[in-house]
């Protein structure tokens, strides 16, 4: 059975960073793409990030760039979303995705 759990979330001022991660277990986690969401309360859940299985290539929605970054260590069976420079519409609950599995998600919310 696929588990995925995140965690890392919390409250942040603006400007000010969060690392969220990811664990999975289940699966063979180096196969598998790793995709992180959100979705702000009201909204429908959106793309923030996607790494690829080896860890090579990396894509970042326009609103996240130059800001996330996205990692994995397939030697631990773990992601991570590096978040800086927190903005107040970034407040969402993050969601991890991989194979057809989601996490529960972790909520982040920029307030000051």
């Known amino acids: 059975q696929v588990q995925v759990v995140e965690s890392g979330g919390g409250l942040v001022q603006p400007g000010g960073s969060l690392r969220l991660s990811c664990a999975a277990s289940?699966?063979?986690?180096?196969?598998?793409?790793m995709v992180w969401y959100r979705q702000p309360r009201g909204n429908q859940r959106e793309w923030v990030a996607a790494i690829s299985s080896g860890g090579s290539t990396k894509t970042y929605a326009d609103s996240v760039k130059g800001r996330f970054t996205i990692s994995r260590d397939n030697s631990k069976n773990m992601g991570y979303l590096q978040m800086n420079s927190l903005k107040p519409e970034d407040t969402a609950v993050y969601y991890c995705?991989?194979?057809?599995?989601w996490g529960q998600g972790t909520q982040v919310t920029v307030s000051s």
């Open positions: 995705h991989i194979w057809d599995s």
């Open positions: 289940g699966l063979i986690f180096s196969n598998y793409r």
